[in-house]
Every structure is written in C-alpha cells, then in structure tokens.
C-alpha cells in the first residue's frame, strides 16, 4: 500500500476514465471516489486499487505485478502529470481559460503499457463506439480467461500479445472484428516487445507508425494513455477536428489542418485542450450554421 498527496480539486473518477479508449472499457472501473485498473505488467498480471482519502490518494495492488504497479501508481493516477505553464497558456482563449480553471483536477494518467491500449485503439479504428465495445468485450472473453488478481470480480485482464499474435485471422471474425482490424492486431501483437521498450512517446509514436495499419490517431490515442502525453492530438478522429473547431471559433465543421491551426497556440497540452473539451461535454451541432451559432452562445 502507498499513499501519495493529491492537488487541490483532484479528480480521480475524470483521469481514470481518460485511460478508457472504448467506453466501459472492462480493464477499467472506476468510481465518484476509487478506482480499479487490472492490466498484465512485466512481472505479471496485476490489478491496482486507487481511493481517494481526505487530500491523499491510497493505492493498494493484488497479483505478481503488485508491485510494478505500485511503483507507477501515481502516475498512473495522473499524479504525475506536469500542467505547468498551461493556465497561462489557457488565457489566450475565454473558453479554454474558463474550462482549465474548472477541471483544474483534471490529470491525464500514464499506465506505461503500450499493447495494453492498442488493442482498444485498433478496435476502435473507422467504427462505431458500440462496435467496438462489442469487439473489444467478446475478444476478452475468448482471449482473457484468466480473473484479474484482487478482489473486483468484473476487471478483465488484457489479452496477451503472444495469443493474439498467433491467432489467424478468421479467429477475430465472430467477435464482429473484420480482417483489416484483425491483421493489425497481429501485426501490433508481434511487435509488442519492442513496443514496450520504448521510453517515450515520441519513440513509440515513430515505431508504431511503422507498422502497417497503424495511423496518426491509433498512435495518438495509445501515447496519450500509456506515456500521458498531454499534447498527443488524434487526427483522423471523426468528431474532434468539429469539436476543436466549434469550440474556440463557432464554426460546425473544420478540417483536421485547421483543428491543428487552431490547437497551436497550446503546443505541449493540445492533447490536454481537447480533453477539457470532451469533460465539458461539448460537442459540434448536428445541423447546420444557424443552430450551431445559436449554440455556441452558450459558451
């Protein structure tokens, strides 16, 4: 057990669920004041605890990598994260200076897994959410048979690369996971040792990138999770380019250039703009200009 302090406003539920790349992600479950992460580390499975107590956080770890996650606990928890520089960064927009004061609690965690959140991110490649929920759970339930260690009953552990590596293709198929997912899996599968060996985000950005179907959004959603880099951006994402462009100009749509353009100014935390975005529950409107206008002025 470690106990570690927390920054004033922390917000254990909202970091812990930014580790989630598929909603009800089922290595994860987390509460208004604890939380659970079950995950394989490099000495084992193990599953972490985390409660918050008064203005410290109590993290508690169950299995043979009990200890390795121990070790990150914090970091996990988000406890590590460097926001400095950013509330003056955030005054250069009314909105994001309003959002950064009111998630001021907000972290982004790193688990220091890569393969862990590349299975999510490839599931959840050009599909729906619920797709790739429904794929992401039926494959754990055939490759992840072993309980998570602790307590909690309903934490999954991830699957390992060396079984998804060696399944063929047509495996994945009941679980509603096309080829083209599926052979990126394999492929990630088999590089998950190297991948797992990089130490930043930035080298794991470039190796994964290297691999075929492997593009800027999967990297972008995996760095942000496993190394909690806070100015990994997801381009090529359906929704985000409109958000980002709603948000700090009015208009309904934009482009993935101008969501670029526009996240500059925040260089080092764009991912982190894009995070108070979605905490703030803001989404670009459905229809057309004059309903987006009229929206935006609640803002």
Known sequence: MRTFPTPPRYDLAGTLQGLALIHGDPTLSVGAREGWFATRTPSGAGTLHLALSGSSLVATAY??????????????????????????????????????????GLRIGATGRVFHHLVPAVLGQKVTGKEARDGYVRLLRHFSTDPAPGPNPRLRLPPEPSAIAAAPYWVFHPFGIEQK?????????AEAGRLERC??????????LSIRGIGPWTAAEVTRAAYG??????????????VVAYALTGAPRGTDEHMLELLAPYAGHRGRVCGLLAAAGIS????GPRVALRAFARY
């Open 181 to 189: 997912r599926a052979d990126a899996l394999r492929r990630v599968a």
């Open 284 to 287: 670009a409107p459905k229809f």
């Open 63 to 104: 299995g043979p990598g009990a200890d390795w996650l121990l070790d990150r606990a914090d970091a996990v928890a988000g406890l590590r994260d460097d926001v400095t520089g950013f509330a003056e960064l955030a005054r250069q927009h009314p909105l994001v200076h309003r959002l950064a004061r009111e998630h001021s």
């Open 199 to 208: 130490t930043t985000a930035a080298e794991a950005t470039a190796r994964l």
């Open 229 to 242: 880099d806070a100015d990994a951006v997801s381009v090529g994402d359906y929704h985000i380019k409109n």
